[in-house]
């Protein structure tokens, strides 16, 4: 115990925790409408195509997140575009668009000559390596669009329901549509430093599938998710330490596990 405490007075430490906070809670409330709306795997397609703009990020010797949210942002705009001017089902449109972003990640990356430390932070996560000038690109913009869900968030649970009543009763579905898109890729991506492409969209479904497990209205969904990601997010940083394990990993194993016991619980309490 005495030496977890004296890790957390590291600034490296502090600093993953404090972007772990407000990373979980901007997960915590897109996963609301990524549930709703059967979009785990777009989420999961623009984790991928961060790949590109980080390999872009590196070889420009620019900082990797600013281009990999630049390119997760045209990705995102894409898909919404091809949905809308195609005929193909938007799960085709995603596998085509992120296994080609990956494949040109790949490519761009094997321009860089010499060995590219930072690639498997990216890959698999690891929080404990974020630098000041990534936080303080990750703080603002967390609290930026956190607001701007919370102060929407009755208007995206009703187009998330029923777009047809959404429209008629004002809603500018479309608009709030393709903002949606951009918010998801943006947050995306601003977590993949912390939890990793192949492991953030976990960080989307876990903490609001155990919130359906025991909210009995969507401002009780909404305490509940942004409450458990805080929780598996700050207690699997503790334990990463405590244990010596990589960070991304065990965040995600915290809130599974924690996810099975409120499966066995689930008829005994309710929000």
């Not at 030496?3 to 600093?15: A, G, N």
């Not at 649970?157 to 009763?169: Q, T, V």
């Not at 998801?184 to 599938?209: Q, W």
Request: glycine share 8%; charged share 10%; aromatic share 10%.
């Amino acid at each position: 115990m005495d030496e977890l405490l004296r890790l957390l007075t590291y600034p490296f430490v502090q600093r993953a925790i404090v972007a772990g906070i407000f990373s979980g809670a901007l997960l915590s409330i897109l996963g609301i409408f990524v549930i709703l709306r059967k979009m785990a795997f777009f989420s999961d397609g623009i984790a991928h195509t961060a790949l590109a703009g980080v390999a872009i990020g590196l070889l420009l010797g620019h900082t990797p997140i600013v281009w990999a949210v630049i390119v997760g942002i045209f990705f995102a705009i894409a898909i919404y575009f091809l949905e809308r001017r195609t005929e193909l089902a938007p799960d085709s449109l995603i596998g085509i668009l992120f296994t080609s972003s990956l494949a040109l990640g790949v490519v761009l990356i094997s321009l860089k000559s010499g060995y590219v430390p930072e690639l498997n932070s990216y890959l698999f996560g690891n929080i404990i390596t974020l630098n000041t000038a990534e936080l303080r690109f990750i703080i603002p913009v967390s609290v930026a669009l956190i607001a701007y869900l919370l102060v929407n968030y009755k208007k995206y649970i009703f187009i998330c329901l029923n777009e047809e009543l959404a429209r008629l009763a004002g809603i500018k579905v479309e608009r709030h549509k393709i903002t949606l898109y951009i918010l998801l890729a943006v947050s995306t991506i601003l977590a993949i430093k912390m939890f990793g492409i192949v492991l953030v969209s976990a960080l989307l479904i876990i903490p609001v599938s155990f919130g359906k497990l025991f909210a009995r209205s969507a401002k009780s969904l909404l305490l509940v998710s942004i409450c458990f990601a805080e929780l598996i997010v700050i207690g699997g940083i503790l334990l990463s330490l405590a244990f010596n394990l990589q960070t991304g990993p065990v965040i995600i194993l915290t809130g599974t596990g924690l996810f099975a016991v409120g499966l066995v619980t689930r008829g005994r309490w309710r929000a």
